[in-house]
């Protein structure tokens, strides 16, 4: 095996030893076009942490498909918002984790890509064997890529993740299902995408999966949606090495130092009473600007001390899961799972009937009849659910003004940066 394919550990067995021990893994959301920058980012957060995982981050240009725009920046020194993986050499990219990644350290390549082909090959040659995305996920926030073509690439995708097995690997790839829009999204319909993409997944191939979750407006609705996630889990994914991670908010950001670090805090006690095993972390500088690497390490180590502190006193049961919440994902899943054997056409049938449904989308493959509001104790709940199967057990709310949706946005934000504010549902 070359240098450019030495695999350490898997990824998912990583984290499991972390929490066996009983640490949260954390993990940032970062990503550099300079190579050199790269590597001393991936180097300052290794030690950042008890259980640190690194990130390299795609640049927008490569999520895309657009290489000739990526290696005309790189020839201008233009800097982009992330590595630009397939532009670069594998030799230069082998060099970023040459010495950086390995068994205590495993490196996951994070992009947003409804057509990942071309990045999926590029990790592979580097002896990567773990991302993130997903059929529905990658493809409804971020462009008009149709969303038959994205279920259809990421099959390809995740048939190539899985071939890797075949060089001992145990490749990895996590759902982005729980964190679509990263605001305004009911737990419901989070809950129900992150488990439909793990089972997408599952069938493709893949037997070490991750399903995600975004931390919310309501730490009591995050614990309900968190819990009925593992329960899901647990029920699709049989023989299936998996773990949950949570993503500290990915809305409006609180703008002061203070307000950012309060909410890195809540997600990192979020994640260790709901038994989740990872964390991707924000900073204090997510309001205005691409972070540094300092300010990387500084939320590692702000997030790995929370959770440290934060003591529960049993682990996750499963009668938590017997939730709104829960029933509200199960009734989806269900409804989703009936149309078809197959989750990808299954998929492609619910959003063109409406069964599924993201509020504020504009893709032109969602049914855009769905809205949803934050109710007087700060839990998210629908206010039109269009076609969705859920009306005998979703929470109603009134219909957002343009006034209240911009309240709405900046619920968070608002909340955090106001101290006297304190957590309505805690």
């Known amino acids: 095996m070359t240098a450019l394919h030495r695999r350490p550990r898997s990824f998912g067995r990583f984290v499991a030893e972390a929490q066996a021990r009983g640490a949260l893994v954390v993990q940032p959301r970062m990503g550099f076009s300079d190579p050199a920058l790269m590597r001393a980012g991936l180097q300052a957060t290794k030690g950042a942490a008890d259980a640190v995982v690194g990130t390299v981050t795609i640049d927008s240009y490569t999520r895309v498909g657009d290489e000739p725009s990526a290696v005309r920046a790189l020839h201008e020194r233009v800097p982009l918002n992330g590595f630009p993986i397939t532009s670069y050499s594998p030799h230069t990219s082998a060099w970023v984790l040459d010495g950086v990644r390995d068994a205590a350290f495993p490196v996951q390549v994070r992009h947003g890509s409804a057509r990942p082909q071309g990045i999926i090959a590029a990790l592979a040659r580097l002896g990567l064997d773990a991302t993130e ?9 971020y462009g008009r890529t149709p969303l038959l073509d994205s279920v259809r690439n990421w099959q390809e995708s995740c048939e190539a993740l899985a071939a890797l097995r075949a060089t001992g690997a145990e490749p990895h790839l996590e759902t982005f299902g729980g964190c679509m829009l990263g605001q305004l999204c009911p737990p419901g319909l989070l809950v129900a995408l992150s488990a439909l993409e793990a089972l997408f997944f599952h069938r493709a191939g893949l037997r070490s999966i991750s399903l995600s979750y ?21 029920d699709l994914l049989p023989g299936t090495d998996w773990h949950i991670v949570l993503y500290t908010y990915m809305g409006l950001y609180p703008r002061t130092p203070r307000g950012a670090l309060d909410l890195l805090e809540r997600s990192a006690e979020l994640a260790v009473e709901t038994g989740a095993a990872r964390l991707i972390v924000k900073t204090t500088a997510e309001s205005h600007r691409i972070p540094t690497v300092e300010e990387n390490v500084e939320a590692l180590r702000v997030a790995s001390r929370a959770a440290a502190r934060h003591v529960t006193a049993a682990a996750p049961r499963a009668d938590l899961a017997d939730n709104p919440v829960y029933a509200e994902a199960r009734a989806l899943v269900d409804a989703v799972l009936e149309l078809d054997a197959d989750p990808g056409r299954a998929l492609l049938k619910a959003f063109a009937r409406g069964l599924l449904d993201v509020p504020y989308c504009l893709h032109p493959d969602n049914a855009g009849r769905s809205r949803s509001a934050i109710d007087h104790d700060g839990r998210l709940v629908w206010t039109e659910i269009g076609a969705m199967p859920i009306g005998h057990v979703s929470r109603r709310g009134r219909r957002l003004t343009a006034a209240g949706l911009y309240d709405a946005l900046s619920f968070v934000q608002r909340r955090h940066d106001t ?5 309505v549902a805690a």
């Open 214 to 234: 975004a931390q919310q407006t309501s730490h009591a609705q995050d614990r309900e949606a968190v819990h009925a996630l593992r329960r899901l889990a647990g």
């Open 133 to 141: 995305g997903g059929p529905v996920s990658y493809c409804l926030p």
């Open 419 to 423: 101290p006297q504010t304190q957590e």
